[in-house]
């Protein structure tokens, strides 16, 4: 008996679905917006159980909130959202990055300096989303890399709400070079196999965040104390 190869489909409530973060992504569909069964099922051409399969996949994403007799609204990220987001990625990154050390050979690194150079690839167009799509691929194939099932359950799960989180950056960098610069101090800091070094280049790569985004640590240095 001949081999056949099957290309496995994706249902096409999964595939509206991605569609629609993909929509949010490029900032098509905004933070707080309604959405209308009835408009999305007119948009793709499908029906409106469809949509509502599709929403409910995003709902569990977090990416979508449904409220009672209101209807179905694109999340909004908090200030608090957004500060969990940056206390997960630091625990989970850091102690990824150094597991997934010994286990670095040379067609991780090659791999590694691939992803890299799409980046510097996409400098030049000054395209962020594509950036933040091959964030995700070099910090996922580092944790991957790490071995430890349950870090690379658990980092999967974040997929979408880091994703999303990626969103609020572009405004915070001082240039697609920049962003970029970045993950090449990270491969380096890889290379090096040195894991103070690592530990250090990941915590200052998602704290820098934290200082631009929130100015967590500089508004609890200057907050003054409230008198009563």
Not at 62 to 77: D, I, M, N, Q, W
Request: aromatic share 8%; charged share 30%; no cysteine.
């Amino acid at each position: 008996m001949g081999t056949e190869s099957f290309i496995v489909q994706k249902p096409l409530s999964e595939l509206i679905a991605d569609q629609l973060k993909r929509k949010i992504w490029n900032k098509e569909i905004h933070f707080g917006e309604r959405l209308l069964e009835s408009e999305l099922a007119e948009t793709f051409d499908v029906s409106r159980s469809t949509i509502r399969e599709a929403l409910r996949i995003l709902e569990i994403e977090e990416l979508v909130v449904s409220k009672a007799r209101k209807g179905t609204y694109v999340a909004s990220f908090t200030e608090k959202d957004l500060t969990e987001i940056i206390e997960l990625r630091t625990l989970i990154e850091a102690r990824a990055f150094i597991q997934a050390i010994p286990r670095l050979q040379k067609k991780n690194i090659q791999e590694l300096k691939r992803i890299t150079e799409k980046m510097k690839a996409k400098v030049a167009e000054g395209n962020w989303n594509d950036l933040f799509d091959l964030d995700m691929q070099f910090h996922s194939y580092v944790v991957n890399l790490s071995d430890n099932s349950r870090i690379i359950k658990i980092y999967d799960s974040l997929q979408v709400q880091i994703r999303t989180f990626l969103m609020h950056l572009d405004q915070f960098y001082s240039s697609h070079q920049s962003f970029y610069d970045e993950h090449t101090q990270l491969l380096d800091a890889l290379i090096s196999k040195d894991v103070q070094i690592v530990k250090k280049r990941v915590e200052n790569h998602i704290e820098y965040v934290e200082e631009k985004l929130l100015g967590v640590k500089e508004q609890r240095r200057k907050s003054p104390v409230s008198k009563v």
